[in-house]
T-cell receptor, first 112, second 113 residues
Framework: EDQVTQSPEALRLQEGESSSLNCSYT??????LFWYRQDPGKGPEFLFT???AGEEKEKERLKATLTKKESFLHITAPKPEDSATYLC?????????????FGSGTRLSIRP | NAGVTQTPKFQVLKTGQSMTLQCAQD?????MSWYRQDPGMGLRLIHY???????DQGEVPNGYNVSRSTTEDFPLRLLSAAPSQTSVYFC????????????FGSGTRLTVV
């Protein structure tokens, strides 16, 4: 069974304190791994797609990396506006684009 | 503005009532999905569609029905509401079978009393 596990469940950082969020996955074959950001009361907002081990994507203070079993979302020198829940999701090789499996998310809080 | 539109934003139902959550997209996306989000459980897939006339069950389909008569619309029907269906519901769409990232609606917060 396809599965996505995210850790930690919650993370509190001081502004400027860099850290990483983890997403481990179990799928028969990976077609794509996704990171989303979700603000309270809103729908998830797409950040990155990664397709193969060794791939990296960057956007402002965020960098996503991928290995064969896990992905990391690195946050460098975060600001309070980076506070949100970050969701990881996967599409398996044998799944359509409508059948994406999500992890339970990491709630990130950045203190000024 | 192009995107995914969900209505209503909030709804309170009594146990046993039925209702339809609406989802419409104007991006000509073939692939659409319904998820529910509960505290600590992330997003769980209810039903999905790969095109007009084609739907399938996700992880938690019981108590819900869907149909896809047009590319634009993908309504979710609650047949007989139960308190366990209290949740936030999100509709999402994608233009390609290789998902390059969903576009999500803003959600419907449903409370069943």
């Amino acid at each position: 069974e396809d599965q996505v596990t995210q850790s930690p469940e919650a993370l509190r950082l001081q502004e400027g304190e860099s850290s990483s969020l983890n997403c481990s996955y179990t799928v028969s074959g990976l077609r794509g791994l996704f990171w989303y950001r979700q603000d309270p009361g809103k729908g998830p907002e797409f950040l990155f797609t990664l397709y193969s081990a060794g791939e990296e994507k960057e956007k402002e203070r965020l960098k996503a990396t991928l290995t064969k079993k896990e992905s990391f979302l690195h946050i460098t020198a975060p600001k309070p506006e980076d506070s949100a829940t970050y969701l990881c999701a996967v599409q398996a090789d044998d799944s359509s684009a409508s059948k994406i499996i999500f992890g339970s998310g990491t709630r990130l809080s950045i203190r000024p | 503005n192009a995107g995914v539109t969900q209505t209503p934003k909030f709804q309170v139902l009594k146990t046993g009532q039925s209702m339809t959550l609406q989802c419409a997209q104007d991006m000509n996306h073939e692939y659409m999905s319904w998820y529910r989000q509960d505290p600590g459980m992330g997003l769980r897939l209810i039903h999905y569609s790969v095109g007009a006339g084609i739907t399938d069950q996700g992880e938690v389909p019981n108590g819900y029905n869907v149909s896809r008569s047009t590319t634009e619309d993908f309504p979710l029907r609650l047949l007989s509401a139960a308190p366990s269906q209290t949740s936030v519901y999100f509709c999402a769409s994608s233009y390609s079978d290789r998902n390059y990232g969903y576009t999500f609606g803003s959600g419907t917060r449903l409370t069943v009393v």
